[in-house]
């Protein structure tokens, strides 16, 4: 069968796809192994198996890798809660096992690298930041498309969202850093559970106190 003047440039872009994300890996596997300070591309040209060369030809430099490559856990992050929630609708147990599970991976220890770091990196940081906004945005609203029954009760969703994200997520750090005992994750994660059957919607009404402002200092 003849070749299609089509057939060639389309493999060329599978190649260069394929490249491009043998790349981004190798920065995230480097990323964890170094942090990010100690991340630089001839590492993760090498962690790929390519020459620099190559890799500038799918990378113009370390910033615009740094940024796919905060683009592309974004976008395995928001994967990986449409299909957790798919499978598992209104099973608060099984979503908050499969969140678990998710902060636990090498992607989330990453961010987290790179989200520490913006702290004092303002470059970094003027990239990584209206990434973020970004990803809420779009975070939120998928969660709203794929939980529907929680939009007559807005700030309980967003508790939900927020109470599940800083346990989980501080739980996985606070486990990385020696701060917290093993033998607590399962107790903590059956309390979490029990926190969110308590705010659906279904529920009885909460008393979800607004946030108070801070008492004023006496000046000395």
């Not at 942090?35 to 020459?51: H, M, N």
């Amino acid at each position: 069968m003849k070749r299609t003047a089509v057939d060639g440039p389309t493999q060329q872009a599978l190649k260069s796809l394929n490249t491009r994300a043998r790349l981004i890996e190798a920065t995230i596997r480097v990323l964890v192994r170094n942090g990010y300070a100690r991340t630089t591309t001839p590492q993760v040209a090498l962690e790929a198996g390519l020459s620099r060369g190559a890799m500038l030809h799918h990378f113009d430099n370390g910033v615009s890798l740094i940024k796919e490559t905060i683009i592309h856990l974004h976008e395995r992050r928001l994967l990986a809660f449409r299909r957790a929630a798919e499978r598992n609708a209104l099973d608060h147990r099984a979503m908050v096992r499969t969140y678990w599970r998710q902060v636990q991976k090498p992607a989330f220890i990453a961010f987290h690298e790179l989200a520490i770091a913006a702290r004092t990196n303002s470059d970094l940081a003027a990239m990584l930041h209206p990434l973020q906004a970004e990803f809420r945005a779009r975070f939120n609203q998928l969660a709203a498309s794929l939980y529907p029954e929680w939009q007559s009760e807005p700030h309980r969703f967003a508790l939900a969202m927020a109470v599940s994200q800083a346990t989980m997520e501080g739980m996985a750090i606070n486990l990385m850093t020696g701060a917290m005992d093993e033998a607590l994750v399962e107790p903590v994660l059956c309390s979490l559970e029990a926190q969110l059957h308590a705010l659906r919607p279904d529920q009885p009404s909460l008393a979800l106190a607004s946030p108070q402002p801070m008492p004023r200092r006496k000046s000395s």
